[in-house]
T-cell receptor, first 108, second 114 residues
Framework: RKEVEQDPGPFNVPEGATVAFNCTYSNSASQSFFWYRQDCRKEPKLLMSVYSSGNEDGRFTAQLNRASQYISLLIRDSKLSDSATYLCVVRGNRKLIWGLGTSLAVNP | EAQVTQNPRYLITVTGKKLTVTCSQNMNHEYMSWYRQDPGLGLRQIYYSMNVEVTDKGDVPEGYKVSRKEKRNFPLILESPSPNQTSLYFC?????????????FGSGTRLTVV
């Protein structure tokens, strides 16, 4: 089992749709959780950290379920500019573990 | 502007010809790291450095060397490149190893070894 697993997609959604991604992790001792965004052939950029109580940043909501060992990212009112790959990242023992990413295409 | 600068952006080289990919950050970050990204394998850490003169192996260090003689610079050296090192390489820096404040990545170096 991979340490961090994501549905690779692609998710194809129309503009304005709500889309959710899930990510599961295997190490119950994982300490911190993040979502990064990566545009095609470009560098990853931090989208948001994920806090135990859940957190929101504009149209983006991240949630953590420690008991089930998964985190989620919800994007509301999708924009064309949201098209990218979303990487789930988990911090284990002194290192970050990166998921392979979920590809999102928002269509006009 | 706070940034991580990698050079070159693109490089095609031949097997066995030593090369260096440079990485420099202007944020006074202590932590720096090199990753390679390959289809189906994601981002894998090659080496990291927690401070000047402190470097350590990541998950895939074979065939690579690094040095950290100054805080801002963290070059990646391929002494004898081979075709299996063809990849997209990213340098990243952070104010601390936890990554809780986010990693800042360079724009990437696309390396092809023929």
């Amino acid at each position: 089992r991979k340490e961090v697993e994501q549905d690779p997609g692609p998710f194809n959604v129309p503009e304005g749709a709500t889309v959710a991604f899930n990510c599961t992790y295997s190490n119950s001792a994982s300490q911190s959780f993040f979502w990064y965004r990566q545009d095609c052939r470009k560098e990853p950029k931090l989208l948001m950290s994920v806090y135990s109580s859940g957190n929101e940043d504009g149209r983006f909501t991240a949630q953590l379920n420690r008991a089930s060992q998964y985190i989620s990212l919800l994007i509301r009112d999708s924009k064309l500019s949201d098209s990218a790959t979303y990487l789930c990242v988990v911090r284990g023992n002194r290192k970050l573990i990166w998921g392979l990413g979920t590809s999102l295409a928002v269509n006009p | 502007e706070a940034q991580v600068t990698q050079n070159p952006r693109y490089l095609i080289t031949v097997t066995g010809k030593k090369l260096t990919v440079t990485c420099s950050q202007n944020m006074n970050h202590e932590y720096m790291s090199w990753y390679r990204q390959d289809p189906g394998l994601g981002l894998r850490q090659i080496y990291y450095s927690m401070n000047v003169e402190v470097t350590d192996k990541g998950d895939v260090p074979e065939g690579y060397k690094v040095s950290r003689k100054e805080k801002r610079n963290f070059p990646l050296i391929l002494e004898s490149p081979s075709p299996n090192q063809t990849s997209l390489y990213f340098c990243a820096s952070s104010s601390d190893v936890t990554g809780n404040y986010g990693y800042t990545f360079g724009s990437g170096t696309r390396l092809t070894v023929v």
